[in-house]
């Protein structure tokens, strides 16, 4: 007879009795036992928030929480705070000011912001700082959560976080957007859009929602083509059976590519409809001249009518898209370029399970990896017997250094998973070398040197010309970028289903096809015997473990066809095992004319690589557990990327019209710690050393540093951009009111780019505190101006922006990774810090909108002028150059010391 007695819950109000290990951590009774998904697992440490929950009124975090220290106490979970159907007042304030943008923080958030109103009935901006600053968001949202806090109290902020304003002439004519390549590849008009029997129209896309809003972009793009309501919009993203493949969802270009393929594929069945109409109507007026009014067709001369679902309803259109077929003028839109709520925001501020975490399929079973200890480490040991023995547990997988645990529940695969930690046995086969020496080591090893012209590295390896004269030292400065995670606030997961010799998978990948193809290489699987389904997940940022525990997922599961598996890393595996941001070394020198003109512009850069993911067609693999195996694959070899703006020197040439200048990419290709893609890319060292360099250059012949930006500065859209940040700011009076209390000094620092030199302008002001006897930094303001040409949705671009600057903030203040000869120390929030509630600014935003030009780029546009914004400001309050990231209190006390 089991000892185990039942255990009374009173979660949102309702009594359930369960018979449960009392030291079961209630963040799995909730999640697994009672099916209410919004507690989620960011760390398992009780340091993020995420899995926090209402108990007898007070928040707090369920993921250690004893299920038998809460019997009897009142639960309430973000479920019991609101529902759909009946919202609360403060979810409603958090769709208002549309407070997320991955959402895996927001219910912790919600909760957390209860917490404080059932405390305090008219809280302030620092009793929220204060009670939030636990609770993590990677996205950057915090300034939103802030004001819907406010709002739900009845004293909402009196501005809002941004303005839309109309730019300037560009100085060049306006154009309309290229046909996409996606369509161009793709031109099968059923491919991307469907007309459904229950009067909706569904679009099809190669891309996913990572949080930036895609969906609701596509929408609005689709309902103006259309002429319908969003409503009737339903959006289907990236899955290998159903959508078109458009590669990956990266590099800031979803609307440039998907967005323009769904504007031609709406415009083309549109019209297609017309005509249809036309005949079935027996029109008196011309096709292109009948009255649509969501989707219902009108012949007004003779008042006959049809629609969209009597005319093609359950019908293929079976016809290619006419890529020369005009798009509606941009000033008849009705959808696009005004502020839309997100089509996902309501499931996240409700509970309603749309990760790939929550997922539930039919006899799902529960999976961990026990990753080796480090990269080298080889498995010398392991007792299955013991782990197979503990309760729950189904099987365990082991293949050479590849190691897993599969269970009925969640709680019992972690159990089994932190045994196995602790029995396993591990056999060192190399070490990592001194963290000090990363940048020395960096600048010493062998390194593939390149010219870059016009944004392109050069084929050829750069050889110095005999007569090229180098530019007297006038100016020379060094800077320094650290490795950096993406560290999304949800670990990585996936679910995994072998069944009739196929394998289906459910991923937050970036590029669910490219997936698909390195699954199959590792598996000995054709692609058509995959289907690999975009969830979303925690955001990414660029290339994380999603793809990795795919992998995990497939092999593990295999051993019990036939059940579903869900498997989930653990913050100590996101932390560990994720392919880094790569470090990076800069050098600049410039020559001065006595007029105060840049006169010569060198620029070295040094940097491992900035894209390993999985690549197709090779002998080697770029998925982590395909190296574990007892048959390992060798591992992708990193390569620098050549193209346009590519990898290490994407925004290496300067936005400036410079002349006699030369910029050499030094590529070095065995970096110590795995690197891929992180968000931007090199962009974000890159410009924290040209736009720092332009502030020390500035100071150096005493101008100042708008008017010498502005002084060298030709393009009029970037100029529009750089005066607009200017102007909100009141740049001219910036040195009103130096000092603030005893010891802080206040600054003002700026940063100018166009992302790639290509997509969307961005500039930033930052108004900071430095104290300088401590070396405690705060935030007074940050302004954001950007200029991404056709708005979609200003309020979801705002968001973007916004989620940028804090996370480069938090990479320039905070965020460095740590490691020792054996393994990653980094492995929590605690040994890799990053920007908290309470540490963040209030943002405010300038959208120059420019309606009649392409849509531009935005997810990666703020990233690049933070850092030098926020050194340039440091500058201005304390006297001290800040050359290496990232700029801690130690640093900056140290350089005022001296």
Not at 329 to 349: E, I, N, P
Not at 691 to 711: C, I, K, N, Q
Not at 849 to 865: D, I, S, V, Y
Request: hydrophobic residues 40%; glycine residues 8%.
């Amino acid at each position: 007879m089991s000892s185990i007695k039942p255990l009374e819950l009173i979660v949102n109000g309702e009594s359930r009795h369960l018979e449960l290990d009392p030291q079961t951590p209630l963040l799995y009774v909730l999640r697994g036992d009672l099916g209410l998904k919004s507690a989620k697992y960011g760390c398992g440490l009780e340091q993020c928030g995420a899995c926090k929950v209402l108990v007898d009124g007070a928040d707090v975090p369920s993921c250690q929480l004893p299920v038998g220290r809460v019997a009897g106490l009142k639960i309430t979970t973000l479920e019991g705070i609101g529902r759909a159907e009946r919202l609360h007042p403060l979810q409603v304030a958090f769709i208002k000011e549309q407070a997320a943008q991955c959402g895996f923080c927001t219910a912790g958030m919600i909760v957390a912001a209860q917490g404080l109103l059932n405390r305090v009935r008219y809280p302030g901006d620092e009793d929220i700082r204060a009670a939030l600053a636990k609770n993590l968001c990677r996205c950057g949202v915090y300034d939103r959560v802030r004001r819907a806090i406010k709002l739900r109290v009845g004293r909402p902020e009196p501005d809002t976080i941004y303005e839309t304003v109309a730019a300037p002439p560009p100085g060049e004519a306006a154009t309309e957007g290229a046909a996409s390549p996606s369509s161009s590849a793709q031109p099968d008009l059923d491919a991307w859009l469907r007309v459904n029997d229950d009067e909706t129209v569904t679009i099809f896309s190669g891309k996913v929602e990572l949080g930036q809003g895609i969906k609701t972009a596509l929408a609005q793009i689709a309902a103006d083509e259309l002429d319908l309501a969003i409503e009737r919009i339903r959006v289907v993203t990236a899955d290998t059976a159903r959508t078109p493949d458009e590669g990956g969802t990266t590099g800031s270009r979803s609307l440039e590519t998907s967005g323009v393929a769904i504007r031609l594929a709406a415009a083309e069945a549109r019209s297609h409809m017309l005509s249809l109409a036309f005949e079935v109507l027996e029109s008196l007026t011309p096709a292109e001249d009948l009255d649509v009014q969501d989707g219902v067709i009108t012949d007004k001369r003779s008042g006959r009518r049809t629609s969209y679902w009597k005319l093609m309803a359950g019908r293929r259109f079976d016809r290619q898209i006419n890529m020369q077929r005009p798009s509606k003028a941009h000033t008849l839109y009705q959808h696009v370029g005004r502020s839309t709520q997100r089509v996902d925001l309501l499931a996240k501020v409700t509970g309603g399970a749309p990760y790939v975490h929550d997922l539930e399929l039919p006899g799902m079973l529960h999976a961990r990896v026990v990753r080796p200890p480090n990269y080298h480490a080889q498995l010398a040991s392991i007792d299955v017997a013991e782990i197979q023995a503990m309760p729950g547990i189904l099987a365990v997988v082991r293949d050479g250094r590849f190691l897993a645990v599969i269970a009925e529940r969640e709680d019992q695969a972690l159990r089994a998973h932190d045994q196995a930690r602790e029995i396993a046995t591990w056999r060192d086969a190399g070490s990592l070398p001194p963290m000090e020496g990363i940048y020395s080591d960096l600048l010493a090893k062998p390194a593939r040197t390149n010219e870059i012209l016009d944004g392109v590295a050069q084929d050829d390896l750069y050889v110095k010309p005999d007569t090229e004269s180098e530019p007297a030292p006038a100016h020379q400065a060094t800077y320094y970028r650290p490795f950096h995670m993406h560290a999304s606030l949800g670990p990585s997961a996936a679910l995994a289903l072998w069944q009739d010799d196929g394998l289906s998978v459910w991923s937050h990948s970036q590029a669910p096809f490219v997936l698909r193809d390195a699954l199959a290489q590792v598996l000995g699987l054709g692609s058509t015997a995959i289907r690999v389904v975009h969830v979303e997940g925690a955001g990414c940022y660029g290339h994380n473990g999603a793809d990795d525990v795919a992998l995990d997922a497939a092999l593990t599961a295999r051993a019990v066809p036939g059940r579903p598996v869900l498997m989930k890393w653990s913050r100590a595996d996101e932390h560990a095992w994720e392919p880094y941001g790569s470090a990076m070394v800069m050098k600049l020198a410039a020559n001065l004319r006595p007029s105060g003109e840049i006169a010569g512009w060198r620029q070295d850069i040094w940097s491992y690589a900035h894209s390993t993911r999985p690549a197709v067609g090779l002998d080697t693999s770029g998925l982590l557990g395909s190296w574990h195996l007892a048959q390992p694959f060798a591992r992708q070899r990193p390569r620098p990327m050549g193209g346009y703006h590519s990898g290490a020197h994407r925004n290496a040439d300067p936005i400036y019209s410079l002349q006699d200048k030369r910029i050499l990419r030094h590529a070095v290709a065995d970096s110590p710690l795995r690197v891929s893609a992180l968000r931007s890319l090199g962009a974000y060292a890159n410009v924290f050393a040209i736009e720092s360099f332009m502030d020390e250059l500035a100071a150096t012949v005493g101008s100042d540093p708008l008017e010498f930006r502005l002084r060298h500065l030709t393009d009029a859209r970037a100029r529009a951009v750089l005066l607009a940040a200017a102007e909100k700011a009141r740049w001219p009076s910036r040195n009103e009111e130096r000092f603030f209390g005893k010891g802080w000094r206040q600054g003002w620092g700026m940063a100018l780019a166009q992302y790639k030199n290509l997509q969307t302008y961005c500039a930033i002001i930052v108004n900071l505190e430095v104290e300088r006897d401590s070396g405690k930094l705060r935030f007074r303001r940050a302004i954001i101006a950007a200029d991404a040409g056709q708005a979609v949705n200003p309020d979801g671009l705002s968001n973007q922006l916004e989620g940028g600057f804090v996370q480069a903030a938090s990479w320039t203040l905070f965020e460095s990774v740590q490691f020792e000869a054996d393994g990653i120390t980094s492995l929590d929030w605690e040994s890799y810090p990053i920007m908290t509630f309470d540490t963040a600014p209030v943002i405010e935003t300038v959208i120059l909108n420019r309606p009649e030009m392409p849509m531009l780029g935005a997810g990666e546009a703020a990233q690049n002028p933070t850092p030098a914004a926020i050194a340039n400001a440091i500058y201005d309050a304390a006297g001290i150059r800040l050359r290496e990231i990232p700029f801690t209190a130690d640093k900056i006390r140290a350089q005022t010391a001296t």
